[in-house]
């Protein structure tokens, strides 16, 4: 049984990519893409960002409000060359999404090198300028798995500082040197604020640090 391949791939500023324009246009990080679905009729993909980094003149309505984030979806062409809308041709979802400044970057696996070789020939066929960032085989029984690699880049900035404000003033040490509510203080923000952000870079670092144990 093969064991697999996860590929990240970057694209810089990809002429078609909904995700990758609302990154340039609001100067943020759209990374919590919640759900990618390919077929005939092309790709709908929901992602969150921040409430207060969207312009004005977004002409999207959000599907749904969190206390400081909007989940929006989006309608991929089919027709047209969006890096996700290519994938679903190979029937291969977006695992994971970072776009930034109007580039993107992608997670995907591929089930064994032959199908990768085919997918990434055709996404360099496509995107000449596409970068493979990393390809991680999946560990086989006979494999060591103490090596983790994680990635910090996939954190917005305020999850970032969020995570190195809590570590700076003791949060993780036993007994905590700071609680919720006095680092919250800290950041100007509110404690149910902190706990979220807190939660999903945490998240986000677990996920790369198990990823080969489901």
Partial sequence: MPAGIRVTVEFPSP????IADLSARANTVVNDVSTSVGGDDGCVSE???DADAVPDDYDADPVFTYADRHLYRVEHDPDS???CSVLGEFDTPVDRYYARDGDLEVV????EFAELQTIVGDLRERFPDADIQRLVRAPTEATARDTVFVDRGKLTDRQLE??????EMGYFRRPRGANATEIAAELDISPSTFTEHLLAAQSK???DVLEGGD
């Fill in 15 to 18: 002429p078609v990519c909904p």
């Fill in 47 to 49: 992602f969150l960002v």
């Fill in 81 to 83: 060359d969006c890096p």
């Fill in 108 to 111: 995907f696996h591929a089930g």
């Fill in 162 to 167: 969020v995570l190195e404000t809590a570590h």
């Fill in 205 to 207: 670092l677990l996920d």
